[in-house]
């Protein structure tokens, strides 16, 4: 028999009611701010967080509400879902929050939301300063019980006997459900107290040495009367010590897992630099002839006592980061410590299920737990199913460029342009070869150390290359910043601080690209080091001077080997606000095509902003380094992501190297002003530059000027408007109000002179000219 039509329509009704629920439920039940995913998608996330921010702890009455419908749809008593029941249940939500407020004002859930949600803010805080923090709370559970008496066919005696009942059934089988509990619990404190009595002894953990160059090692300061500890090398010390025939009986797998087990209940591993003798005591000579490269003598000595490292303060961070991370939910265990020169590297290992957003999410409030300045959290840890946590040492040690430099390593590298950074947080030195990047963006915050890492970069490419191998070219707006490697041999003109003269540098940059990559073509070469090799085989009379393309005309000079060219700016905020259309497109094309020309752009900017790295800059300088920042935005805009206003300034920096997606945390060497000058001052004893002054002279199609008054240029027009509305005429301002360069708007000027729109220069200081037709 078929069921009416009014029975089938309240089961669908019923059915949907109960599905509404469900995902309201499991929405709500899944929901996590910021970053995190729902299991409800994005829409029940979005619906979640705006019923937690209004309604708190209450927004789950919602939920059980729909329930309640459905069973009174299934069955048959639809009269129950009007709006007396839609009104009754705001009036117990409203309520509800509003209790809660009273009770508990600073109660948070999910991290971040109040338990009262806004409206239990706004309505317990009135009827407090109405009422009273008791006549409020005594006011809103009459409101309830009114509405539950409204709502329901019971009366108020049916309903206190049906509530007694509860309890008293309740009081009846709880009892042998909390003497289970107490059972449990005491057996699991009796085995806890038991593992206490068995941890004891081996609490040390064990020290893993790495090495790290000729720094000097920190050092593990024990509290008096210290546990045994063990010290388990990464690396032997000695390599011939893999051939004793001792090493290789190793033990079986099982008492191998039996010591891993061992080890993780001993507590976090320590691993410390451990102090190896990697220091060269002078630099290898150049093969350059009569020029000297500069001395490490010249740079100023690190400190050469050890850095103390206190073993059990260490333990004690790494015991209350866990309890932390506990509070806010997130279980597991620090597993090793990495103690460095300025922050100290804290491996965690989550219980598994643990969302890695829900961890990347707590820098400030792990920060506020530890009393640390800054805290950046590295989730996963690459290659690893750790987080790691960076927290600052209590006592920071300074990286000096004489340290970095007088490494083993350093003195081995054999990039084409190799350049020395500072130390990772472990300590261990970080090099680079510019050649490879092949360009660099560099940038940061006022005083976060960018000036002196760049000093860093270009000192260590001095002590490497000679003038013959690399000439450089840089662009300083800030005027003082570089002027002190004015007229050492590497310069191919004095440092460049007019913005008008900086555009004509970059275009010859280009000039000089499309050059050499024509010598390439005739040469038969791809890039410039199968050219300088096959320069050096026909010098040396192993090739004949036409694989180069060239003329065997006795008059014609020998080729000569290119250098390397470095192309420096320091500050390109400066640059783009005076011409932003050239210089942009000049340094796009350099870093699109000039990798195999051998001439490279270090680009430095303190406003990382959009204006300044434009999306056509930041594609084309994949490698980029960010010092510490004021705010995420910045980070995102120098590195494609957040972290680098997590940094604690004072050259620490995040490097994204070429070829990889992983940030590397270097702490940038420091290099002072005096041994800068020291360092320029043995260059220039070396012998002058060779200036090329052709590099920042005009040329007559720069920026497509016109060839007389009758010239079609479509930028004349707007220059007379600009002009004629400001009321004064002045090189520099068509170049703002235009965004062209110098040139272009000395040769505008100049036409409007020609056709007697402006006056000749007055001679005054800005060089005004005088305008002689009226506003258009």
Not at 315 to 344: C, Q, S, W
Request: glycine letters at 8%; hydrophobic letters at 45%.
């Amino acid at each position: 028999m078929n069921a009416p039509r009014g029975g089938r329509r309240h089961e669908v009704l019923a059915i949907l009611t109960a599905t509404l629920a469900g995902l309201l439920l499991l929405a709500l039940g899944s929901y996590e701010p910021g970053q995190g995913g729902n299991l409800a998608g994005s829409i029940g996330k979005e619906i979640s967080r705006i019923l937690v921010s209004a309604f708190g702890a209450a927004s789950f009455f919602l939920p059980f509400e729909l329930f309640l419908a459905t069973r009174r749809l299934f069955l048959g008593r639809p009269n129950l879902l009007g709006a007396a029941t839609v009104a009754s249940t705001l009036v117990l939500v409203f309520c509800a929050c509003a209790m809660t407020q009273l009770v508990a004002p600073e109660a948070i859930i999910f991290a971040e939301h109040a338990a009262s949600g806004i409206i239990g803010q706004v309505l317990g805080e009135v009827l407090r300063a109405l009422l009273g923090t008791p006549g409020a709370f005594l006011v809103a559970v009459a409101v309830v019980l009114v509405t539950l008496v409204l709502r329901t066919p019971l009366s108020v005696a049916e309903i206190l006997e049906r509530v007694t009942s509860a309890f008293r059934y309740l009081g009846a089988h709880s009892m042998a459900f909390l003497r289970a509990i107490v059972e449990a619990w005491e057996q699991a404190r009796e085995l806890d107290r038991a593992e206490l009595e068995g941890k004891k002894k081996p609490t040390a953990p064990k020290i893993v040495t790495t090495s790290t160059g000729d720094l000097a090692a920190p050092a593990l300061v024990e509290k008096p009367a210290p546990p045994a500890v063990v010290v388990v090398d990464d690396e032997p010390e000695d390599f011939d010590d893999l051939d004793e025939p001792e090493d290789l009986d190793e033990p079986a797998p099982a008492p191998r897992a039996a010591a891993r087990s061992r080890e993780r209940e001993a507590g976090p591993t320590i691993v410390a630099p451990k102090q190896t003798q990697l220091k060269v005591e002078s630099p290898a000579p150049a093969e350059s002839g009569p020029f000297e490269l500069p001395s490490t003598t010249l740079l100023a000595e690190g400190d050469a006592h050890t850095i103390q490292i206190d073993a059990e303060t260490l333990r004690e961070n790494a015991v209350r980061l866990t309890k932390t991370l506990a509070d806010y939910g997130v279980k597991g265990r620090v597993d090793e410590i990495h103690p460095g020169p300025v922050v100290t590297m804290y491996e965690f290992e989550p219980q598994s299920g643990t969302k890695v957003s829900k961890v990347a999410g707590l820098a400030d409030d792990i920060a506020m737990a530890l009393a640390a300045q800054k805290v950046r959290i590295v989730a996963p840890i690459p290659g690893k199913s750790r987080v790691g946590f960076e927290l600052p040492n209590d006592r920071r040690a300074t990286v000096y460029l004489r340290t970095v430099l007088e490494d083993a390593r350093w003195q081995n590298h054999k990039g084409a342009l190799p350049i020395a950074l500072g130390q990772d947080i472990s300590g261990q030195p970080v090099y680079a070869d510019l050649a490879k990047m092949p360009h660099l963006l560099v940038a940061g915050a006022t005083g976060a150390g960018k000036s002196v890492g760049l000093n860093v970069m270009l000192t260590s490419l001095l002590y490497k290359r000679t003038p013959e191998e690399v000439r450089l070219l840089m662009i300083d707006p800030k005027v003082v910043e570089l002027k002190v490697y004015d007229d050492i041999p590497h310069m191919l003109l004095p440092v460049v601080t007019d913005m008008n003269k900086a555009s004509l540098a970059l275009r010859w940059a280009v000039d000089e690209m499309e050059r050499r990559y024509q010598l390439f073509a005739d040469g038969g070469t791809r890039d410039i080091t199968s050219y300088n090799r096959k320069v050096e085989k026909v010098l040396a009379g192993e090739l004949p001077l036409e694989k180069l393309g060239r003329s065997t005309d006795e008059s014609a000079a020998l080729p000569q080997k290119l250098p390397y060219i470095v192309v420096v700016v320091d500050e390109f905020a400066d640059l783009m606000m005076v011409a932003a259309k050239d210089a942009e497109a000049s340094i796009a094309r350099l870093a699109q095509k000039a990798r195999a020309a051998g001439i490279h752009v270090i680009l430095a900017t303190q406003r990382p902003s959009v204006d300044v790295i434009t999306g056509v800059i930041k594609a084309n300088f994949p490698c980029r380094m960010a010092f510490k920042v004021s705010q995420r935005e910045d980070s995102k805009t120098i590195l494609g992501r957040q972290g680098a206003e997590h940094l604690l300034g004072m050259g620490d920096m995040l490097f994204l190297p070429p070829g990889s997606s992983d940030l590397i945390r270097v702490h940038s060497a420091f290099i002072s002003e005096d041994e800068v000058h020291a360092v320029c001052d043995h260059l220039r004893a070396q012998g002058e530059p060779e200036y090329d002054e052709n590099i920042t002279r005009p040329r007559d199609d720069d920026e497509g000027g016109f060839d007389g008054p009758s010239s079609d240029d479509p930028l004349y027009d707007k220059a007379v408007r600009v002009v004629a509305d400001a009321g004064y005429c002045s090189i520099s301002h068509i170049q703002r109000q235009l965004s062209v360069g110098y040139n272009k708007a000395a040769k505008l000027v100049e036409r409007m002179e020609k056709e007697g729109v402006v006056g000749p220069p007055s001679g005054k200081a800005g060089g005004r000219r005088e305008v002689l037709i009226s506003s258009l």
